[in-house]
């Protein structure tokens, strides 16, 4: 079942949301250029600096891509607020790959921003992390 948004505008950050998704988990990362910024930012799980930069969030995304053999991804609950030309994208997400010799399921959170130049949404910054310990 796909997700859809009454607000147009909604729909097509949606779409660009799926789409750069889609990228990096059905092994084609270097589609990832089409959805990010050339300024984008990124705090990830296990970087302990930001990534600054449309080359330094591709390499990120696509070692990953390359090191883990991932078998599901799905993207839960999610909500956009848009502000004029730019998006925000929080939604809680569920995944299983092999990475290492071994399964790894996993779920947490992930928000996007994003903005619109040119007509297209480009991711511009993303934070993501698993869900705290409990």
């Known amino acids: 079942m796909s997700i859809q948004f009454d607000e147009p505008a909604k729909q097509e950050v949606w779409q660009a949301l799926r789409a750069l998704n889609d990228a990096w988990t059905k092994g084609k990362p270097e589609d990832l250029n089409n959805y ?3 300024g984008m930012v990124a705090i990830t799980a296990t970087d302990r600096e930001r990534l600054e930069g ?4 591709f390499k990120s995304w696509n070692n990953f891509a390359k090191a883990a053999k ?3 991804w799905k993207e839960v609950d999610p909500r ?9 994208v929080t939604y809680y997400f569920d995944m299983s790959f092999n990475m290492g010799g071994q399964t790894i399921n996993l779920g947490g959170r992930d928000m996007f921003v994003f903005v619109k130049e040119g007509g297209k949404w480009w991711a ?7 869900y705290p310990a409990t």
């Open 80 to 88: 956009i607020q848009i502000y004029g030309n730019t998006a925000v």
């Open 36 to 38: 990010f910024h050339k």
């Open 54 to 57: 449309r080359e330094a969030c």
């Open 70 to 72: 991932i078998h599901h």
């Open 124 to 130: 511009v910054a993303d934070q993501f992390s698993t």
